[in-house]
């Protein structure tokens, strides 16, 4: 037990210098998780770390989704949603039916339903790395938003494929209404219950006297109850916690408290950080297992089929995304569409955005080594080794060309019609607006004998001034006085920022507004409300 517990702790500082040495190099830092770990594997006295697939299903999958979930902004989502379900549904399912054909063809005694159980496996991209790669060059919104809303469904449909594939190898037998219909049922249960699951947890912090503290471990508690309670009954796990926390996340303004949102946020950020960091690792480290596993099939055989498929999967990516644009041409005659001519540079990045990683190992590794009838599950060892050629090429190959693609490029971020700098300046200057207007409607006679109030009021005033004469962007909101008793003052501040707050939900509407700026003044008004209450209370957070 200490020598497990000392090695971990040797890999989380492992991760923390790896990731260090990516920011340095300016590289996306799962590729150098992926790497350094695959270069760790490689030390003699280095125990081998075998990863236990639930210990992914259950422990990384649930947090890492409800993360992602968190974050994403669902205007956005459902604005792209077509195009967010036809990648994380479709086009899954059919690079898994071409990974079937291709594979029963080029392999030996490779099966199409074999195929298509690896299909299922390496079908869903990844999108940490993708996303790590792209916020840190400048794309168009759309790229992220489709990135990431695709990531958190196509694992759903992927496990799905996977676990229809297997069953059929296991059993010898496969009924296409069956699966049909058992796929809708998977999904749409999938769904309901992360739903109702989310509804349980809303009341719980909605209604019941919680703490800071207490918001926080509930929220690290839901996405597993939402996984768990899905597969027991055999359905989607994955779509119950990206619809449960798509659910929450819209709600957070009502369930949780300023110092909740604030806090929570910060941590599951060091969270998230550290499983992903974790995760990459282990996917490098697990390359001595794979190989020790390898059996009678010759390394050489190995990594051809491996580089095939992986070429096969690029490619094909490729042809998917520039097939959709030409699809959304034709379909925004009949329908309204997000993009109507969304070209073919904006495409061709996202099919180079294709990286696999963490979930495509972890169902590669979660097959069973023998069949129901205790006969050895055929090519499972080949499967594992492909899979791992896969992310290995996809995640390095791609994701250290993926900023080179995209200057090469040069997309152009016209998805609002003002840049962000001028929606900035616009929130700002309707939120000094709305504060100035609650300060002459319901403060305006304590003011004159109130210099904390009037100081607000000045501050108000000035910003407006600021907003309206200066071309460049203002500057930051001054912070408030270090020291306040003043009961009037603490009710004006109090007053403002409830205004103020629905204010920016109602700008959160308009599809003008991004909702990432709209988050960062959120963000901030949680903090200054959070440090009027210290200031007051003397208290620290609980």
Known sequence: ????????????????????????????????????????????????????????????????????????????????????????????????????????????????????????????????????????????????????????????????????????????????????????????????????????????????????NIDIVLTFIAPYVMYIVAEEFHFSGVLAVVSGGLFLSTRSNVILSPGSRFKGENVWATIGFALNGIVFMLIGLELPFIVQQMGTVSMGAAIRYGLIISLVLIVGRLLCTLGASAFTVFASKFITTADSRPGWRAPLALGWAGMRGVVSLAAALSIPITLSNGTPFPQRNLILFITFTVILVTLVFQGLTLPLVVRWLKLEDNDYPMPYAEQEKVVRHKLAHTGLRVLNEQYLEKIAANEQLQSLKVRYESDIHLLERLQDEAAENTQLAAETTSRHYRAAVGAVIKEQRELLQKLNKKQEIDEDLIRKYIGLLDLEEEKIRLMVSGEVTE
């Open 1 to 212: 037990m200490h020598n497990t517990f000392s090695l971990y702790i040797f890999l989380l500082l492992a991760i923390l210098f790896l990731v260090m040495l990516a920011h340095r190099l300016k590289i996306s830092y799962p590729i150098v998780l992926v790497l350094g770990g695959l270069c760790l594997s490689f030390i003699p006295r280095l125990p081998q770390i075998e990863i236990n697939p639930e210990l992914i299903f259950v422990i990384f999958l649930p947090p890492l989704l409800f993360e992602a979930a968190w974050q994403t902004s669902w205007k956005d989502f459902w604005k792209f949603r077509r195009v967010i379900a036809s990648f994380a549904f479709l086009i899954v399912i059919l690079t898994s039916c071409v990974i079937a054909v291709i594979s029963s063809n080029l392999i030996p005694a490779f099966t199409l339903p074999l195929g298509f159980l690896l299909g299922g496996i390496i079908s869903p991209p990844d999108a940490v790395s993708a996303t790590s790669i792209l916020k840190s060059i400048k794309v168009p919104k759309r790229l992220v938003t489709i990135v990431e809303g695709e990531s958190l469904l196509n694992d759903a449909s992927s496990l799905i494929v996977f676990r229809f594939a297997y069953s059929a190898i296991d059993s010898g037998k496969f009924v296409f209404h069956e699966a049909v219909v058992s796929f809708f049922v998977v999904i749409i249960m999938g769904i309901l219950i992360g739903l109702a699951v989310a509804l349980v947890f809303y009341a719980i912090h909605r209604w019941l006297p919680t703490t800071t």
